[in-house]
């Protein structure tokens, strides 16, 4: 079993920053992608970024620019830089771990139980 835990969330003001971090542990090998997802009260879940082992990232088109993925490969740990932030980033954020099947193991797909992060004056 994966675990994830989130950490980093709070209240912000608007145009500041903030560091999300996200630690895995468990049964962790193979390609696996993680990454961050966020929900909005009245919203449904959407992407914010990934990022694969080899460090190949992929942006919602809302963040691109102000938010950076990175990742920890050694610590099994993965990060959101935010910065710029707006109001409409207020939302839960929830971390990511995808492993697809392969010849050791069936699929993964765990989730962590989110952070809080309100950005608001």
């Known amino acids: 079993q994966v675990q994830l835990v989130e950490s980093g969330g709070g209240l912000v003001q608007p145009g500041g920053s903030l560091n999300l971090s996200c630690a895995a542990s468990?049964?962790?090998?193979?390609?696996?992608?993680m990454g961050w997802y966020r929900q909005a009260p009245g919203a449904q879940r959407e992407l914010v970024a990934t990022?694969?082992?080899?460090?190949?990232?992929n942006y919602a088109d809302s963040v691109k620019g102000r938010f950076t993925i990175s990742r920890d490969n050694a610590k099994n740990t993965v990060y959101l830089q935010m910065n710029s932030l707006e109001p409409g980033d207020t939302a839960v954020y929830y971390c990511n771990y995808n492993r697809p099947s392969t010849d050791w193991g069936p699929r993964v797909n765990a989730w962590g139980k989110g952070t809080l992060v309100t950005v608001s004056s």
């Open positions: 990022i694969t082992n080899g460090g190949r990232t």
């Open positions: 468990g049964s962790i090998f193979g390609i696996i992608t």
